[in-house]
């Protein structure tokens, strides 16, 4: 893309609020899917527009000038402005919504995410959709950075002011033990402490909440791994090599391991998480609404209920909000 020097370029605002937010400009430049030389020239032309220098561009990370401290706030209002301008015209006519950029957690990667897409598809016929995902923190991270305009996460605490949330699904943790391994009537606690924890890796915000959670139980449990992987994770407890605590939704996800394990409640106060879609506030005006419509009553037919079949025992703990 080429602009014009002297012109203020909403493109031009979008490279520099890329490139203070991700601190430098190759990084800017992935983000964006254009060329590092491409970002310096937007830059420029911006600056000269401006009649000041926005960034040093010298140091790693790059530094935020004073004027480019007073423009930010500016840039940033003019970006959220120009979104919900955009989004104003498609919900008005939603086949002029030309992309729709949207992030979920891989626990609805199998069955949840394809359906969702494929409705959205049929409501929205020109429009082009990004699919990311990961886990929840950083998903959040490139929805502030408005990489994305929608994500699905597990929440992570408080929602910010800039946040519109719609909560979705509610499950509880769980425990996950090698198949039999509990034998009827056994203490559930005492035998627990005599295996190996699994732990999911502390890196990971769900990590770092079970890790707490056992913290305040004044629970001392033996452990040699930490992994990012529900994969791994079941793949070792169906081998014997331990116990683990995750979410039905894990235990679901890592589907070949299911007959060569467990899953019980935990034998100590219960946890729980929530997963929610949420959005950046009063920017895509009614549509987060009604994808989070849309998902409500996939959730219940392609995971809540399939769950429940297997693990009635979870009861109203694994819900639809």
Request: hydrophobic share 50%.
């Amino acid at each position: 893309m080429v602009d014009t020097p002297g012109k203020v370029t909403l493109w031009g605002i979008e490279v520099f609020a890329a490139a203070v937010e991700e601190g430098s400009i190759s990084a800017a430049a992935r983000r964006l899917g254009v060329s590092p030389s491409s970002v310096s020239q937007q830059l420029s032309n911006l600056e000269a527009a401006l009649g000041a220098t926005l960034l040093d561009r010298g140091g790693r990370p790059l530094m935020v000038t004073p004027a480019g401290q007073l423009f930010r706030a500016r840039a940033q209002a003019i970006l959220n402005e120009a979104a919900e301008a955009r989004a104003e015209l498609a919900m008005r006519d939603l086949a002029r919504l030309s992309r729709f950029n949207l992030g979920v957690i891989e626990d609805f990667d199998a069955d949840v995410t394809p359906a969702l897409l494929s409705g959205l598809a049929d409501d929205l016929p020109a429009t082009r959709f990004l699919l990311e995902t990961g886990a929840s923190h950083r998903l959040y991270d490139l929805l502030e950075a408005r990489t994305l305009d929608v994500i699905v996460a597990a929440d992570l605490g408080p929602a910010a002011e800039w946040m519109e949330v719609h909560p979705l699904f509610e499950e509880p943790f769980v425990a996950a033990v090698p198949k039999g391994a509990v034998a009827e009537g056994a203490d559930l606690l005492a035998t627990l402490q005599a295996l190996p924890l699994i732990q999911y890796t502390a890196r990971h915000y769900m990590g770092r909440q079970i890790a707490g959670h056992l913290s305040r139980q004044n629970l001392t449990l033996s452990h040699r791994f930490e992994l990012d992987s529900y994969h791994a994770i079941m793949a070792m407890v169906a081998e014997g090599a331990g116990w683990t605590i995750l979410t039905p939704l894990g235990f679901l996800r890592a589907g070949r391991f299911r007959d060569r394990a467990d899953v019980l409640p935990l034998p100590f106060a219960p946890l729980s998480r929530t997963i929610s879609l949420t959005a950046r506030r009063e920017v895509l005006l009614d549509l987060p609404g009604r994808v989070a419509g849309r998902l409500r009553p996939l959730l219940a037919d392609l995971i809540v209920r399939p769950a429940l079949g297997r693990m009635p025992w979870l009861g109203d703990s694994f819900r639809v909000l």
